[in-house]
């Protein structure tokens, strides 16, 4: 099974650009189907994506959730085949790539080729001209021989059809009749193919159908004499039209996709979850987490004076959860993440990187500020100031190789030379070198693993994202910035903003898959009542 998911997250790793260019077009969108759940299970969903603990009942967990496609079902350990893997593969392929086209606004196809110093591009490069070699000494021999040349038209004909809507069927036929392959070797045999004015013919029509991006491309196309040489060219302005149209494809189907993507991955992820029963493994582990870091929180404060420890500690599933997706940003992404948030890994990551660097130019402001307040007091600026000379040199600190020592004295020098020249420009006596050796030394200690400046910044942006995930989906507003974060307060609102929409649509799409598993762990006696009633019935 471990081998299974390790299969099944490569190849959500791997559902790149090359799977994009090959199945953009192909994309199962089971999305009309009415894959609504029962009213127990879609309560529990409900429940799981909003932030009222009230609806978490114990009689909500309790009820069944599994009579339907969109609601997790349970399924007995097997042992998979190699036909399983690769169909649970190909879902993860399709959902992966549907996300990522959905909730990724510059999502894009690029046109890559291998490098031509490599061995992929060299070789590339050695057969393409061992055939447009042939191919010309073919048209040159007396009398031409056409063979590989209409092979060609027949080729182009082909991706000029692919690019036509539905409806164009005057283009169409016209495409069909001018590059009929039987009548252009009838014309061979009588040596009567006009070559050139085919290959006008393609170009103009390139022209009719491609973006105004390669309006350029087919100028060139045009001024092209030798006829070898403009094949060859005009294959690779249809390679770029490939491109092109599978962009166009994926900006049309990005509203559609999106308007049935929490449907459309709930269905796709419980086909992973047949064909792959231990598919949500590392959630649950995830979860179980959550709940004992929920738990140990509760026993600290019932063994305080005067706390209550007779009574059964009551757990809210909506903390849990909460607690879990703030874990993410700081998980060592050296692990693997839980399965139901392989999506949006890249993006979680991304947003811990930049949380990581607003949380070091937070405590150098604060160690600033406490130590030299009275130099940077009439520097309005300063904080911009902080960011612009720290956002650089705090890029890529979450690399291993990264020092962040090195960073730190860096920024430590900056801000005394800024201060300094401050102080300067309005006549006032510059820091002296025990207070900038002070300031420096202090900024330094900020890498130190219980450092209490930066243990309280990371408590205090906890909080800030707690309060965010605490509010209403439907609520615009911001929480209260805790206080020492006014620096970054624009920047880690925006990143905010971005955390809770990814954990809010999370919970939409895997809310009766998170129900389960919160009900098992949570409610253990209930579940296995339900277990032997069913069995029973069976």
């Not at 990814?502 to 098992?520: C, D, E, H, Q, S």
């Amino acid at each position: 099974m471990c081998a299974a998911r390790r299969a099944l997250r490569e190849a959500a790793r791997g559902s790149g650009l090359v799977y994009c260019v090959n199945k953009v077009k192909g994309i199962r969108m089971p999305l009309s189907d009415d894959h609504n759940s029962d009213s127990d299970s879609s309560r529990l969903s409900e429940s799981t994506a909003s932030s009222s603990d009230s609806e978490y009942s114990r009689q909500s967990f309790n009820s069944d959730s599994s009579s339907k496609p969109s609601s997790p079902a349970s399924s007995p350990p097997k042992v998979i085949t190699f036909d399983e893997l690769m169909a649970a593969t190909r879902n993860l392929s399709n959902w992966t790539l549907a996300h990522e086209i959905a909730v990724n606004a510059n999502f894009c196809i690029k046109h890559e080729d291998y490098p031509q110093n490599s061995f992929a591009g060299t070789v590339k490069q050695i057969v393409h001209k061992a055939f447009w070699d042939h191919l010309e000494s073919e048209l040159n021999e007396d009398p031409p021989e056409y063979k590989h040349a209409i092979k060609l038209f027949e080729e182009i004909k082909e991706i000029l059809l692919s690019f036509l809507t539905p409806g164009a069927n005057r283009i169409h036929n016209q495409i069909c009749e001018v590059l009929d392959t039987d009548l252009i070797r009838q014309q061979a045999e009588h040596n009567a193919v006009d070559i050139p004015g085919l290959a006008n013919y393609v170009i103009n029509t390139m022209g009719k159908l491609c973006a105004p991006i390669r309006d350029n491309d087919i100028k060139q196309l045009k001024a092209t004499d030798n006829i070898v040489e403009l094949l060859r060219q005009i294959f690779r302005v249809l390679d770029l039209m490939k491109v092109d149209m599978a962009n166009y494809t994926i900006k049309s189907l990005r509203p559609y996709l999106w308007h049935n993507l929490v449907d459309y991955e709930r269905t796709k992820f419980q086909e992973i979850l047949e064909e792959t029963p231990s598919a949500l493994n590392l959630t649950t582990e995830w979860i179980k987490e959550s709940i004992e870091d929920e738990l140990s929180s509760i026993s600290d404060e019932s063994s305080s004076p005067g706390a209550d420890g007779s009574s059964k500690p009551i757990i809210s599933p909506t903390l849990v959860l909460n607690n879990g997706y703030l874990k993410l940003l700081q998980w060592d992404y050296c692990k693997t993440i839980p399965e139901t948030l392989i999506t949006d890994e890249v993006r979680l990551q991304e947003l811990r990187e930049k949380l990581n660097q607003l949380k070091v130019i937070a405590c150098v402001s604060l160690i600033t500020n406490n130590m030299v307040g009275a130099a940077i007091v009439d520097m309005p600026d300063f904080p911009d100031q902080l960011k612009r000379i720290s956002l650089p040199l705090l890029e890529g600190m979450n690399k291993k190789n990264f020092d962040l020592k090195e960073a730190l004295n860096a920024i430590g020098i900056q801000i005394c030379s800024i201060v300094n020249k401050s102080l300067s420009e309005r006549g006032l006596p510059t820091l002296t070198e025990e207070m900038q050796s002070n300031l420096m030394g202090q900024i330094a200690h900020i890498v130190e693993k219980n450092n209490p400046v930066s243990s309280l910044i990371d408590k205090r942006i906890q909080l800030f994202m707690r309060s965010l995930l605490a509010l209403p989906s439907f609520q615009k507003c911001m929480p209260a910035m805790p206080g020492g974060l006014s620096v970054i307060q624009t920047e880690i609102e925006f990143l905010g903003s971005q955390y809770a929409s990814i954990v809010n649509f999370n919970k939409k799409v895997y809310g009766p898959f998170y129900a389960n598993i919160l009900r098992k762990l949570l409610f253990p006696e209930a579940a296995m009542e339900k277990t032997e009633a069913e069995t029973s019935s069976n």
